[in-house]
């Protein structure tokens, strides 16, 4: 066990208060690995920029696109001294060379896998389009890295309620065997819905020592 004394208990996070900080284009690039941070992933159609702005109520925060996945540098927003948010670059973007589309693969891997005061992370799939082979990639890369992950299913208001619960279920249901690392709620930008329930989410990541101690103990006898 590690000998670095405890962290302090951060404050709740004031989403309202979010202001950009920095771009990176790589690991080495980015603030002092430090504090606490959640990402947020997503297809670059999924409506990722949308989410955070609808999150923190600030439709200028985080930058859309036309032109999905023209954004391929991963941006920090302040919530405080010691808590961030991480916009990460939109992947499948089409109209990439297979080159960047490499690197950037290996960034965010690397950035999910290496950064250690990443307590999250928030995965964004078009309810209509879920775990699409990329979302499998990543929560892949996160599960490996036994990292806590949130699926956002967006644009919720696109299907009735009926269909979005179903599909709210099937995902669920897909992911059941990960269910200790991975939660699923479906969530609309547009109408402004799931806002408690991503806050609950990105409270405890934020502010809770224990996300990441060991939790082995924790686990009932078998």
């Not at 980015?30 to 606490?36: A, L, M, R, T």
């Not at 948010?85 to 060379?97: C, E, I, N, R, T």
């Amino acid at each position: 066990m590690s000998e670095t004394p405890a962290e302090p208990q951060p404050p709740a996070p004031n989403f309202r208060a979010a202001q950009f900080m920095t771009s990176a284009s790589k690991l080495s690039q980015c603030p002092p690995d430090e504090g606490w941070e959640v990402a947020f992933a997503g297809r670059s159609n999924a409506g990722k920029s949308s989410a955070i702005n609808s999150l923190t109520g600030n439709k200028k925060l985080a930058k859309t696109s036309k032109t999905p996945g023209r954004t391929q540098l991963l941006n920090f927003f302040a919530l405080s001294e010691s808590q961030r948010l991480v916009d990460l670059p939109g992947y499948g973007f089409a109209k990439v060379p297979q080159a960047v589309k490499r690197e950037w693969t290996r960034q965010l891997e690397n950035y999910l896998q290496r950064r250690e005061s990443l307590r999250g992370l928030v995965l964004m799939m078009d309810v209509r389009h879920p775990l699409q082979p990329f979302d499998q990639q990543m929560l892949g890369w996160a599960l490996q890295a036994s990292m806590p992950v949130h699926i956002l299913l967006t644009k919720a208001d696109k299907l009735k309620k009926g269909p979005a619960k179903s599909t709210l279920l099937k995902v669920r249901s897909q992911l059941k065997a990960q269910e200790e690392l991975v939660s699923v709620q479906l969530f609309s930008a547009l109408k402004h819905s799931g806002h408690e329930e991503l806050q609950r989410v990105l409270n405890a990541w934020l502010t809770d020592i224990s996300v990441y101690e060991d939790d082995t103990e924790e686990v009932p006898g078998e």
